[in-house]
């Protein structure tokens, strides 16, 4: 069975989310707060969690679909006529060799949304729902340009912790081989 990444229509449609990565995305806020603001998600931190997932599909399609086509075909055939259908053969032997690959794309991404500073500063404007990297910046202008450098300080670590959590949970996968998912 060909590989649906070869037809010209998944080309096509791969090809159209790449073109939203040379847009740069301050240039799409504006028209996205429009939009927004016409739903009603103005100054909320679902509308910002939207945008977020919105910039980050891209990459995410770019490396994962890179991330199968890399992979043998031997490997799927093999899976089919062992007695595996399709799905089966991609729970059981493609997504397991594809592992490193989704957490590189899960790291990319919850750093990329993390300390994101630009679109949270757009859409929110209530103090209470100011995202770390937001908060961070308003903590450092003080009254009559006073900063807090010990509140300022902290709110760094604060920042660094889950990042510095999230890889370290994470890393037994890139350390696992490439081809963990044909042993099974």
Known sequence: MPWPASSSRARTLFIGALAILMVPHPTILAPLYTMLNWVGLQNTLV?????????????????????FEALPRELEEAALL???????????????????????????????????????????????????????V?????????IDLG????GIVVTAIPCLLMFLLLQRHYVRGFTAGSFR
């Open 47 to 67: 509308s910002v969690a939207l945008v977020l997932v919105m910039f980050q599909l891209p990459f995410g399609l770019f490396m994962m679909r890179n991330a």
């Open 82 to 136: 062992d007695g595996c259908g399709h799905l089966a053969a991609l729970r059981r032997i493609l997504l397991p060799v594809v592992i490193p690959a989704m957490v590189t794309v899960a790291m990319f991404a919850f750093l990329a949304a993390w300390n994101e500073f630009l679109t949270p500063l757009i859409f929110l404007t209530e103090g209470s729902k100011f995202t770390l990297p937001v908060a961070l």
């Open 138 to 146: 308003s903590l450092r202008s003080g009254e009559l340009g006073t």
């Open 151 to 154: 509140a300022l300080q902290a």
